[in-house]
């Protein structure tokens, strides 16, 4: 699976969108790009997946750019529920079983 | 909205005890998982299970850990000897499809080996 870089933190204001990048420049063409978040302390919780068009669902956008070798996450309104740590993953569909967590991005969300 | 319980949300168990952590998967997924997380460390993958079998684990899944779904609701890892270095959060998980990536999380238990 692909390897991917993420900032370790970044700050949000509340209400703002917050934009979270994420590279993964050795991406294949059957590999995903998924995003998780871990409130602190929870089990983790999906949030959004896409192969190269962008995504939008109830929680979030995602962006991929048009070579796939990175992507953002959106929360277009954040609010201080928000503030968790966000794991970008790059996997092949039905690749095998397992989800590989790096280390992510803890996002703070301030008042 | 159907979600993955688990139980206890913490254990507290001497070393060298058993303990058997307890998951309720969402009723109609098929495949399902232990992660552990230790204090401040990533989330790291144990083992997958589907089908009343083992599919895939890692070499932190040794001897001394076991799964098993004994019902058509339970799934729970045991771990036969704890040691001190278990103490970490496990979360089980599950999803629909082995080919989607979207893996439904428990809370987790919080173990502590004394």
């Known amino acids: 699976d692909a390897k991917t870089t993420q900032p370790p933190s970044m700050d949000c204001a509340e209400g703002r969108a917050a934009n979270l990048p994420c590279n993964h420049s050795t991406i294949s063409g059957n590999e995903y790009v998924y995003w998780y978040r871990q409130i602190h302390s929870q089990g983790p919780q999906y949030i959004i997946h896409g192969l190269k068009n962008n995504e939008t669902n109830e929680m979030a956008s995602l962006i991929i750019t048009e070579d796939r070798k990175s992507s953002t996450l959106i929360l277009p309104h954040a609010t201080l529920r928000d503030t968790a740590v966000y794991y970008c993953?790059?996997?092949?569909?039905?690749?095998?079983?397992?989800?590989?967590f790096g280390a992510g991005t803890r996002l703070f969300v301030k008042a | 909205e159907p979600e993955v319980t688990q139980t206890p949300s913490h254990q507290v168990t001497q070393m060298g005890q058993e303990v058997i952590l307890r998951c309720v998967p969402i009723?109609?997924?098929?495949?399902f998982y232990w992660y552990r997380q230790i204090l401040g460390q990533k989330v790291e993958f144990l083992v997958s299970f589907y089908n009343n079998e083992i599919s895939e684990k890692s070499e932190i899944f040794d001897d001394q850990f076991s799964v098993e779904r004994p019902d058509g609701s339970n799934f729970t890892l045991k771990i036969r000897s704890t040691k001190l270095e278990d103490s970490a959060m496990y979360f089980c998980?599950?999803?629909?499809?082995?080919?989607?990536?979207?893996?439904?999380f428990g809370p987790g238990t919080r173990l502590t080996v004394t």
């Open positions: 009723s109609n997924h098929l495949y």
């Open positions: 993953i790059v996997r092949v569909e039905g690749g095998g079983f397992k989800t590989i």
């Open positions: 998980a599950s999803s629909l499809l082995a080919v989607s990536y979207e893996q439904y």
